[in-house]
Each structure stands twice: as C-alpha cells, then as structure tokens.
C-alpha cells in the first residue's frame, strides 16, 4: 500500500533504488500531505461525536488529531526547507531543520497532553455524566485504524529515506493508536454495564494524557540528542571501516570524527596510515579514490589526512608491538598509531 501511494503521488519512485534528495523530499511531502489529510477527517468526525456524546476522553482524541494535523504541516514545510542547497549562512545545507521539525512536534503533543490532563482533572472534580452511543465507539474503531496505517506508513518511510521528523511523527501516531484504544474501552465499558457510577471517562481521560506525555517527552529527548550532537551509529563508523579495509595500501584508520549534519548530510574526518616508503603520488591517489567512494556510496563527505608509517624496520615493529601490549595493560581501549 506505501509503495502504492508513493508511485502515485511521487514522480519516479522506485522502491529498489536509493532515494535521491529530491525523491526523499517527494516522499516526505507527500507522506505529510496525507497525514494532514487523514487526521482533519478524524478530528472532525471524533469532534462531532464528542460533542454529541458529552464524552471528554472523545473531544480531547479530536483535538489530538488537530494538534497531529499541525504536526504534519510542520513536517511539510521541514521537508521543503531541507532541501535548499547550501548557502554562505548555512554550508552544510539546511537538512538539520528536519530536527527543529521534531521539536516542534513534540511540543505540540505534550501541550495537547497537559491540556487534556487539567480537563480531566477537573471533570473527575466536577463529574457530568456522558452519552452512551454504540456509534461512538464505532467513530473510535475507525480512528484506530486509520491510526495503526498511519504509524506504518510512517515508520516504514522514515526508515528508507531516513527522516527523524517523519519517526517522531509515526511514534505519535502509535501513541494515538493506544490512546484511542483506551478511550474505546471507556465507552464499550459505559455501554456494557449502565450502572457504573465511577466517572471512568475522566480517569481515562487522564491516562490517555499521561500516555501523550510520555510520547513527547521521548520525541523531544531523541531530539535533543540530534541537535546537540551525539556519538555516530555503530554502522555509520562500520561502513567507513568497511570501505577503507578494502584497499590494502591502507595500514590502519584512527581519530574518526563525525558530524552530522541531518539525513543524507554526514561530514566525517579521518586519518589512514601508509607505508611511508611507498611513492606519495600513489598513496595520495588512494586516499583520494576512498573519499570519493565514502561521498559516492555512502552520502560521506570525507576529509582523510595521511600518515606515514615505518614497515620495514624490524627494531621499530619490535617496539611498536611492546608498546601494544603495555598500554593494554592499563586500558584495552587505547590503541597506538603513526609510531
């Protein structure tokens, strides 16, 4: 079905090759445009039976799928922001945006959260009994799984065209999905059993919000990490060991440093040991021919400096190999190079 709608609303899509930048805007573009879609629909329709039925748990989903439908515009206009190209302000490019994009999302989730948390507060304070209508739960059937689809989509595309704005909004979505579910299970409980006298609307209302909380909270600290900077993953640093371990003129690598710079946008600085008797035209030419493969396959713009090396002095090898095994004694972490 994701494949389906993308081939329709993203020119040249095709799910077997990696996206381009532009492609990966037209994805994200279009993923938003449905999302934004799909959640004024539920509002609306969650909107009317809440008000009908009275129920506070109802009117408060309505209003979350609102504050999603901002969500995803936020994303929308992310991605076309995104994809400006450098510029003398800004040049590494302007794919960290997608990051702000998330920040942004995650607070509108936990002010939908707090502002459903002080409405149910003060229903349990000031109980009015709801509605009870089957078609209700019937609104609330569909939200969900409109929802789970949407949380799918989502995760499923955020994972091929890596976009953090596009994972906090799928991890949204299932937070929805198990909120709605508990505002389901107030209303079928209501229904089945009319002599409830405990006001379990606004008890629920307050678990869906602490359920929201919790969702923004976790957006907003993932997010923080991304703007802040943190450790690269364990297979960005495996791909450009990977690469360099295929040329044999390369000895050793060390003093890898990453800096990303948003989804597609890694910038990376490195240093590769050579035999320093080898020709130095030689050696540069290697150098020159991973970089241009890191940034070719792999979306790496690297800057490699290169140290030569002794490897044919039997006395040096001898002291390099007792300085290995020195310094393991006092940390197996350290490593040595250019000895």
Same mark, same amino acid.
């Given at each position: 079905?994701?494949?389906?709608?993308?081939?329709?609303?993203?020119?040249?899509?095709?799910?077997?090759?990696?996206?381009?930048?532009?492609?990966?805007?037209?994805?994200?573009?279009?993923?938003? /445009?449905?999302?934004?879609?799909?959640?004024?629909?539920?509002?609306?329709?969650?909107?009317?039976?809440? =008000?009908?039925?009275?129920?506070?748990?109802?009117?408060?989903?309505?209003?979350?799928?609102?504050?999603? /439908?901002?969500?995803?515009?936020?994303?929308?206009? %992310?991605?076309?922001?995104?994809?400006?190209?450098?510029?003398?302000? !800004?040049?590494?490019?302007?794919?960290?945006?997608?990051?702000?994009?998330?920040?942004?999302? &995650?607070?509108?989730?936990?002010?939908?959260?707090?502002?459903?948390?002080?409405?149910?507060?003060?229903?349990?304070?000031?109980?009015?009994?709801?509605?009870? &209508? *089957? *078609?209700?739960?019937?609104?609330?059937?569909?939200?969900?799984?409109?929802?789970? *689809?949407?949380?799918?989509?989502?995760?499923?595309?955020?994972?091929?065209?890596?976009?953090?704005?596009?994972?906090? +909004?799928?991890?949204? &979505?299932? %937070?929805?999905?198990?909120?709605?579910?508990? =505002?389901?299970?107030?209303?079928?409980?209501?229904?089945?059993?009319?002599?409830? &006298?405990?006001?379990?609307?606004?008890?629920?209302?307050? $678990?869906?919000?602490?359920?929201?909380?919790?969702?923004?909270?976790?957006?907003?600290?993932?997010?923080?990490?991304?703007?802040?900077?943190?450790?690269? %993953?364990?297979? +960005?640093?495996?791909?450009?060991?990977?690469?360099?371990?295929?040329?044999?003129?390369?000895?050793?690598?060390?003093?890898?440093?990453? !800096?990303?710079?948003?989804?597609?946008? $890694?910038?990376?600085?490195? !240093?590769?040991?050579?035999?320093?008797?080898?020709?130095?035209?030689? %050696? !540069?030419? =290697?150098?020159?021919?991973?970089?241009?493969?890191?940034?070719?396959?792999?979306?790496?713009?690297?800057?490699?400096?290169?140290?030569?090396?002794?490897?044919?002095?039997?006395?040096?090898?001898?002291?390099?190999?007792?300085?290995?095994?020195?310094?393991?004694?006092?940390?197996?972490? $350290?490593?040595?190079?250019?000895?």
């Amino acid at each position: 079905m994701t494949d389906f709608i993308l081939k329709i609303l993203v020119k040249g899509y095709d799910k077997g090759e990696k996206p381009t930048p532009a492609t990966r805007r037209a994805c994200g573009s279009a993923v938003s /445009a449905v999302g934004i879609v799909a959640n004024l629909l539920l509002a609306a329709i969650k909107l009317f039976a809440g =008000v009908i039925s009275g129920a506070i748990s109802i009117t408060a989903d309505a209003l979350n799928n609102l504050s999603d /439908a901002g969500s995803q515009v936020v994303s929308l206009i %992310s991605f076309k922001i995104s994809g400006k190209p450098a510029d003398r302000d !800004h040049p590494f490019g302007h794919a960290r945006i997608e990051y702000v994009a998330s920040m942004i999302v &995650s607070f509108l989730i936990l002010l939908i959260g707090l502002e459903l948390l002080r409405e149910s507060i003060r229903k349990i304070l000031s109980p009015s009994p709801p509605e009870r &209508s *089957w *078609w209700a739960g019937a609104v609330l059937g569909l939200s969900i799984l409109v929802k789970l *689809w949407l949380c799918l989509f989502n995760r499923r595309l955020a994972a091929r065209i890596d976009s953090a704005v596009m994972r906090a +909004t799928a991890a949204d &979505s299932l %937070s929805d999905v198990l909120s709605t579910s508990a =505002v389901l299970l107030t209303t079928l409980l209501l229904l089945l059993f009319p002599s409830l &006298s405990i006001n379990l609307d606004a008890y629920m209302g307050v $678990i869906v919000a602490i359920l929201i909380l919790v969702a923004g909270i976790k957006i907003l600290n993932e997010t923080k990490n991304s703007i802040l900077g943190e450790a690269p %993953s364990e297979e +960005t640093v495996a791909t450009i060991h990977a690469v360099v371990a295929e040329y044999p003129e390369a000895l050793g690598i060390h003093d890898l440093t990453v !800096h990303n710079y948003g989804p597609g946008h $890694i910038i990376a600085a490195l !240093h590769i040991e050579v035999d320093g008797k080898k020709d130095v035209f030689l %050696s !540069h030419d =290697v150098i020159d021919n991973i970089e241009q493969r890191l940034r070719r396959e792999c979306g790496i713009e690297a800057t490699i400096h290169m140290d030569p090396i002794v490897t044919d002095d039997q006395e040096v090898l001898r002291m390099r190999s007792k300085m290995c095994q020195l310094v393991q004694v006092i940390d197996r972490r $350290i490593t040595v190079h250019d000895f």
